[in-house]
Nanobody, 127 residues
Framework: QVQLVESGGGLVQAGDSLRLSCAASGRTFSSLGLGWFRQAPGKEREFVAAISPSGSVTYYTDPVKGRFTISRDNAKNTVYLQMNSLKPEDTAVYYC????????????????????WGQGTQVTVSS
């Protein structure tokens, strides 16, 4: 089992920045592929970013490329999502997710393949 706890959400204005954190426990962190997803009201949960177990490979959905950065600190068992130049359309509940992978460079983008989820943190961007 893996427990994930997100933090760092809040209410900001368009153009501001936020950094989300997700602390993991319960399994060897360095073997986990990690991702961030978001869900806006009335919409499906969508992929935002993912990072490989080694941290050497990342992948982003097009709307956040160049603005968001996913990173991980394997010594702290934490994954981060740095969000810059926030837009009102980024408003959503943000979830981190994890799954065990055996390729240190593998990134997972499919929601259904993640086994573990956090409780979510609200990000609201006002115009």
């Amino acid at each position: 089992q893996v427990q994930l706890v997100e933090s760092g959400g809040g209410l900001v204005q368009a153009g501001d920045s936020l950094r989300l954190s997700c602390a993991a426990s319960g399994r060897t962190f360095s073997s986990l592929g990690l991702g961030w997803f978001r869900q806006a009201p009335g919409k499906e949960r969508e992929f935002v970013a993912a990072i490989s177990p080694s941290g050497s490979v990342t992948y982003y959905t097009d709307p956040v490329k160049g603005r968001f950065t996913i990173s991980r600190d394997n010594a702290k068992n934490t994954v981060y999502l740095q969000m810059n130049s926030l837009k009102p359309e980024d408003t959503a509940v943000y979830y981190c997710a994890a799954r065990t992978v055996y390729n240190s460079r593998y990134v997972e983008v499919e929601r259904w393949r993640y086994d573990y989820w956090g409780q979510g943190t609200q990000v609201t961007v006002s115009s």
